[in-house]
């Protein structure tokens, strides 16, 4: 089996909901007493957060860049970034480690295109849904058409996220609004919606809706399993 590298923290929150899933992939997968081999850096999100409303990547990239290298360090085979928004930073954490990089804008495209869905709705933060580096990922990599919120509910989904889920705050009031934001991209014509922040999948299950949600974090974490009992 091989070592997955978790670069976490970003928020706890989240990356709890990976390690969970993939041990719980693993104890599938093998049976027994089997669990994940796992090689994990959990960062303090508070100074990213700052980095990335003040609009320096690069001093993100330096702070995960230097996490990424001490999980390879530390015997990782792979490295999964846990959250949706850093991987605007990707490329440069790619620069910087041997090990590959399981991309979570990948994984969930495959899903979609294997399930052959053309047109999707995108949940995230702003820097994810406004921001290139997820959609034109999706765009010109997958032939996706990305669908995002209005302003105002774009600025609602990223307050909620910021102010709520990352210190998991769950509030009935928000959940609503959010069924509401999906409702409204559906109505657009989004065949799916991916939540594409790892801390949304906390507010808002399949369950709570009749449009196919894509939970980004289970996506991620099905991904790194397959890659860990591969030959």
Not at 38 to 51: G, R, W
Not at 200 to 220: E, F, N, P, Y
């Amino acid at each position: 089996m091989k070592t997955i590298g978790l670069l976490g923290g970003m928020s706890w929150e989240s990356t709890q909901g990976y390690y969970r899933a993939i041990n719980e992939g693993i104890r599938h997968q093998l049976g027994g007493l089997h669990s994940a081999k796992i090689a994990m850096y959990s960062v303090d999100v508070d100074p990213i957060e700052k980095l990335q409303h003040a609009g320096d990547w690069q001093g993100t990239a330096k702070i995960l860049s230097k996490a990424a290298k001490r999980i390879e360090a530390a015997g990782a085979d792979v490295l999964l970034i846990c959250t949706n928004t850093m991987h605007k930073v990707a490329p440069d954490i790619e620069q910087a480690i041997q090990i590959p990089l399981l991309h979570i804008a990948d994984a969930t495209a495959e899903v979609l295109v294997k399930d052959e869905i053309k047109k999707v709705g995108l949940l995230g933060t702003a820097f994810t849904m406004e921001q290139d580096f997820y959609k034109g990922r999706l765009t010109n990599n997958y032939g996706l058409e990305v669908l995002i919120p209005s302003s105002q509910d774009r600025a609602i989904i990223h307050r909620v996220i910021y102010e709520e889920l990352c210190l998991g705050v769950i509030k009935p009031n928000s959940k609503a609004e959010y069924l509401r934001i999906i409702d409204a991209l559906a109505d657009q014509g989004a065949e799916a919606v991916i939540l594409g922040c790892t801390e949304i999948g906390m507010l808002v299950q399949q369950s709570d809706t009749t449009i196919r949600l894509l939970d980004t974090t289970a996506i991620h974490a099905e991904k790194a399993v397959e890659y860990a009992i591969s030959d």
